[in-house]
């Protein structure tokens, strides 16, 4: 097997991106780097991508594999939108495109996925990668382009990550929140499963951001949901009952309608200002009947339909994209903008 530019940036000492740049004379290099750099790639046997693309686009169709999780949360009506317009779209270009689906966040089943597809004959992979070693392993071992969306997995080969810029939404988050509540009380915050880098990177952006600039925000709990909206309602029940003067509550998940169910239940007029995550149609009617306040929305659709076109111009015409993360839109909503 050739060596790939992760091997080549361990043996030279630096960056992938720093190899990247050398083999495409991009500059921007110190040239003895530079120079170190392809000694190492004609040492080993580099084999660039616009090479083995030539290879690849000889068959007659080209085929591309996606993998998704949470297949059946709400969230993944305007990904899979995307997806279904991207291949569409992409028919009149003798490519076909191949989706796995999966409910859940097992990294066994996303492996077993991956390599389904490989024997399928794919030429390229979109995904939502689960965070776990079995699945960077299995991912590094590829000798095709990745392009992962909606989630991301740090050290791997991947061309780029589509999505949302989930660390910095979870300090918008807090932000709103601190306007809400004057800078200041007890805060909860619900998560769907831990396994979830997504989510993590929300929660993780909102407690970074409350110590640094609200140090009177206390976060009074860090609580997995597993996307059920039943258990938000239970997270919930409980958390007010221990902190009856609760402030905020922010769900960086799925499970949202849960906390009509809480309120409806506790027949209050008076709730903790709340905050959920995603533009789907329960809740937007959450934002309507006064359930939330604020909706972070991550366009999903662009989320599906983008990564299709990357790996596409990678394998038929050798372009790379232009950057490695291709965030999408933060958008604040409340009832009176959806």
Same mark, same amino acid.
């Given at each position: 097997?050739?060596?790939?530019?992760?091997?080549?940036?361990? &043996?030279?000492?630096?960056?992938?991106?720093?190899?990247?740049?050398?083999?495409?004379?991009?500059?921007?290099? =110190?040239?003895?780097?530079?120079?170190?750099?392809?000694?190492?790639?004609?040492?080993?046997?580099?084999?660039?991508?616009? !090479?083995?693309?030539?290879?690849?686009?000889?068959?007659?169709?080209?085929?591309?594999?996606?993998?998704?999780?949470?297949?059946?949360?709400?969230?993944?009506?305007?990904?899979?939108?995307?997806?279904?317009?991207?291949?569409?779209? $992409? !028919?009149?270009?003798?490519?076909?495109?191949?989706?796995?689906?999966?409910?859940?966040?097992?990294?066994?089943?996303?492996?077993?996925?991956?390599?389904?597809?490989?024997?399928?004959?794919?030429?390229? *992979?979109?995904?939502?990668?689960?965070?776990?070693?079995?699945?960077?392993?299995?991912?590094?071992?590829?000798?095709?382009?990745?392009?992962?969306? =909606?989630?991301?997995?740090?050290?791997?080969?991947?061309?780029?990550?589509?999505? &949302?810029?989930?660390?910095?939404?979870?300090?918008?988050?807090?932000? &709103?929140?601190?306007?809400?509540?004057?800078?200041?009380?007890?805060?909860?915050?619900?998560?769907?499963?831990?396994?979830?880098?997504?989510?993590?990177?929300?929660?993780?952006?909102?407690?970074?951001?409350?110590?640094?600039?609200?140090?009177?925000?206390?976060?009074?709990?860090?609580?997995?949901? @597993?996307?059920?909206?039943?258990?938000?309602?239970?997270?919930?029940?409980?958390?007010?009952?221990?902190?009856?003067?609760?402030?905020?509550?922010?769900?960086?998940?799925?499970?949202?309608?849960?906390?009509?169910?809480? @309120?409806?239940?506790?027949?209050?007029?008076?709730?903790?200002?709340?905050?959920?995550?995603?533009?789907?149609?329960? =809740? !937007?009617?959450? &934002?309507?009947?006064?359930?939330?306040?604020?909706?972070?929305?991550?366009?999903?659709?662009?989320?599906?339909?983008?990564? $299709?076109?990357? *790996?596409?111009?990678?394998?038929?015409?050798?372009?790379?994209?232009?950057?490695?993360?291709?965030?999408?839109?933060?958008?604040?909503?409340?009832?009176?903008?959806?």
């Amino acid at each position: 097997m050739p060596i790939t530019i992760q091997q080549i940036a361990e &043996l030279a000492g630096v960056s992938r991106g720093t190899v990247d740049r050398a083999l495409n004379n991009r500059g921007r290099i =110190n040239p003895e780097v530079e120079e170190k750099v392809k000694e190492i790639a004609n040492q080993y046997g580099y084999v660039s991508k616009r !090479k083995r693309v030539k290879k690849t686009t000889s068959k007659s169709v080209v085929k591309l594999g996606v993998i998704t999780q949470l297949s059946e949360s709400p969230f993944m009506i305007k990904v899979n939108e995307g997806i279904r317009d991207a291949k569409e779209a $992409l !028919k009149l270009k003798d490519l076909e495109v191949l989706v796995k689906e999966s409910n859940t966040v097992d990294e066994n089943v996303q492996i077993n996925q991956i390599n389904e597809l490989i024997s399928q004959g794919i030429d390229g *992979l979109a995904i939502m990668p689960i965070e776990s070693e079995e699945v960077r392993f299995v991912l590094n071992e590829l000798t095709i382009p990745v392009v992962t969306f =909606n989630s991301d997995i740090v050290g791997t080969k991947r061309s780029c990550f589509v999505g &949302l810029n989930n660390r910095k939404s979870g300090r918008v988050c807090a932000g &709103l929140m601190a306007l809400m509540t004057g800078n200041r009380g007890k805060m909860l915050i619900i998560t769907g499963f831990f396994s979830n880098s997504v989510c993590n990177m929300r929660v993780d952006g909102f407690v970074e951001e409350a110590k640094k600039t609200f140090p009177e925000m206390e976060i009074v709990g860090v609580h997995s949901s @597993f996307d059920d909206e039943d258990e938000v309602k239970k997270i919930i029940l409980n958390a007010l009952e221990t902190y009856p003067d609760l402030n905020g509550i922010v769900i960086a998940s799925s499970g949202q309608n849960g906390v009509k169910k809480a @309120f409806s239940e506790l027949k209050t007029k008076k709730r903790p200002f709340i905050i959920i995550y995603d533009s789907t149609p329960d =809740n !937007k009617k959450l &934002l309507r009947e006064n359930m939330a306040d604020f909706l972070i929305d991550q366009d999903g659709y662009v989320q599906g339909y983008k990564p $299709l076109f990357i *790996l596409n111009n990678i394998i038929s015409q050798g372009i790379e994209p232009k950057k490695e993360f291709m965030y999408t839109k933060i958008s604040i909503r409340t009832k009176y903008s959806i």
